[in-house]
Nanobody, 124 residues
Framework: QVQLVESGGGLAQAGGSLTLSCKVSGSTFSRNGMGWFRQAPGKERELVARLAWNGAILYYADSVKGRFTISRDDTQNTAYLQMHSLNPEDTATYYC?????????????????WGQGTQVTVSS
């Protein structure tokens, strides 16, 4: 049984930083890679960042380039999303997910397994 568990969300001030963690069990990130998504109230779920099966960074959303860093530690079966220079537009529920295949896709439908999400709130 594949499970993904996110942690690290919380309240941050604008300009601050948070680091999210995603621990996987029942699978590994080296199979098809992984992705971080976010969903703000009233908005569609969007891909924020994506790692390939070999750990290469495949994608950052334009809105987070230069501010967010995706990484993983295979010894811990854990992926990370370091978030810096946060702004109120980053407020959302953040999800980690495992893709169905190795092809780069930004569509949530192309991801098979999801965590429960962790809330990030950035105050101005």
């Amino acid at each position: 049984q594949v499970q993904l568990v996110e942690s690290g969300g919380g309240l941050a001030q604008a300009g601050g930083s948070l680091t999210l963690s995603c621990k996987v069990s029942g699978s590994t990130f080296s199979r098809n890679g992984m992705g971080w998504f976010r969903q703000a109230p009233g908005k569609e779920r969007e891909l924020v960042a994506r790692l390939a099966w070999n750990g290469a960074i495949l994608y950052y959303a334009d809105s987070v380039k230069g501010r967010f860093t995706i990484s993983r530690d295979d010894t811990q079966n854990t992926a990370y999303l370091q978030m810096h220079s946060l702004n109120p537009e980053d407020t959302a529920t953040y999800y980690c997910a495992l893709p169905r295949g190795v092809r780069l896709s930004v569509l949530p439908a192309d991801f098979e397994y999801w965590g429960q999400g962790t809330q990030v709130t950035v105050s101005s």
